[in-house]
DNA sequence: CATGAATGAGGGTTCATTCAT
DNA sequence: TATGAATGAACCCTCATTCAT
């Protein structure tokens, strides 16, 4: 790795942390340059300003987290495992980085309408999948969109209030619970 | 309503709209004060800053919303007719006052460390009609918060959904799928 | 005048002072809040931002020149009067203002492309002047532009030597002078 | 030429451009090493800063210049010759490289105060013709320095209008008319 | 009660310059 | 020699807040 690639990531780290802890208006650049053990005007050599950076930050692990949830359904066969994979994918991701995580949430609603149409979301994967389980007949509900809003609240929630400490411990021991929620949810046989 | 009070409600309108379109960092007194017709200086003889604006805004209606969900769970009895109640008033209160809504969604995460614990919130609402339906032995969960975070998140998520436009229209239509979706989540029989 | 106007003033007063002994680039918002006594966030309550206190300073006394000069030049008959007119009121501004007809000598590289096409500046009055002259047949020059070119060079390089202190005291008395030689380059009879 | 000779030579060529385009405050180092297909740092090497390469882009023409004057000067007797030659050189400076000549008007006022006294320029130049003149009884102008004022004003000014394209084309073919105009000012028979 | 001018701290960003590689 | 990462000061500007009017 190259010198300028270990302060690039530095910056990326100690902004995901105060982004998550500040939001992402009440971090200043200063504070992030502090943090990363540098100088401000060195962050604008490795992203043409701060927006750039959340944008980064924000796109390149939307994008990951899609591909990876997608390659964890594509791999099984029928509604239920695939929830059950991508379920268990979430906790796994949500355990392995939990900041990276809540930073995604947090700025979802200023960076989602920059992402280009067409493109893959967590949101578009689990769509796609619970309207083949329609398509299937193995799932009934009316509205895949509704459907979809539902799994992601349950998941989602969960996780909130794990950022509120109504929840403790990791996301991979309710796993199950989970899995069993959102198939109930479903109507699921 | 004196002078004043009209004043003051037309700052908490006011910021509430900016506040839901732009964020609270992102909104300044300034601007707030130009939409609602008076000038920054003036704010400041209603509220002791930004800060108390927001504080006020968000426990308000925060605590209102907790005390009409419980009206609405007394009244009932059984699991299943105190969520269709609340489930019901939730889609009323969105269909009502949507930015109010969004705003206390927006702003939970830098007020609820505010609330005095003990208080009643919506949260803490449903958390007990939960754990008075496992007392009960009417719905099957191993646990009632996690439960909590499931009928939440169902239900925040599918007005999220209605903020990016995934799902349209009004709330109470949704509000028959939705008690559903809940009571299967909760294994009722 | 209103106390806000006489901050107004301050302001452009310390500009303008600041502009001519360091250029515009060289002159932060910082220093000329210093020098005008106030701090740097009053300009902003005055002037949207830099570049309207440059432009406002420019243009309103751009245009106000090329008024004073036009009605000067309009009070008289023949290209000999109009010229003699507009010297010595040349001099005239000069010597009541120096360092705004600097300013103006400055700043109009960067200033006089934001003119509106077909404005009336202190150019084209000495433009219509020269052509005038040139359609009665009372000087005899090929190209009105050429010659209005060296008209402005003769006064403005005067000007110009005082600046760097070639020349020294006031410009009104150089007047008769200077129209002595605007005439012979003009070749009047 | 040596390869580093190479290199100062873009670096020169790149800042005139730049400095006559954007002025000197305007122009970035980074952005003089971007179009000279350099990097920042190399800069240095060649040049201690920014100031010293606006210095000797300034000085080394500007004495040039004056030196190819004088020469011009020296050949021809009499004021008439004199002008003649000085003219005609003065428009083949500004055909063979107007950028230059450009970036000499541009910096001289912030340049010329460290030209260092008695050193030989354009306008010691021109003043002594113009002395001289007086001194052989052949001109008729009460001040030198005035007089040389009007010749310089009357050849930049015009220079100048081709900036702004109030005039176009090349200067040499309006060498005539602009002698024609320099001898009527200082009177000569 | 309301105004709007002013403050002073901080915002994001660019700059000329230095220096390890 | 040249690179480009890093510095630190300065840039223009916006902010929440105060206060004389």
Known sequence: MRAGE????????SALKLF?????????VRE??????????AIYRHFKGKDELVWELFNTH????????????AAQTGIAAKLDAMVRGFCRFYDDDETLLRFLLLVQH??????????MTPVT????????GIDAGEINVPDANEATAWI????????????YDRLTGPMTPRADALVGACLRVLGTS
Not at 7 to 13: G, L
Not at 125 to 132: A, F, H, P, R, S
Not at 152 to 163: M, R, V
């Open 125 to 132: 994967v689990m769509y796609d999948v619970i309207q083949g």
């Open 152 to 163: 992601l609240g349950i998941l989602l929630q969960t996780a909130t209030f794990k950022t």
């Open 20 to 28: 998550v802890a500040q939001g992402v208006d009440g971090t200043g």
């Open 32 to 41: 992030i340059a502090k943090v990363a053990g540098i100088t401000e005007g």
């Open 6 to 13: 270990v302060t690039k990531e530095k910056i990326k780290r």
């Open 62 to 73: 939307h994008s990951d987290y899609a591909a990876q949830l997608d390659a964890l359904q």
């Open 110 to 119: 200023g960076q989602l309408s920059k992402v280009k149409d067409g493109a």
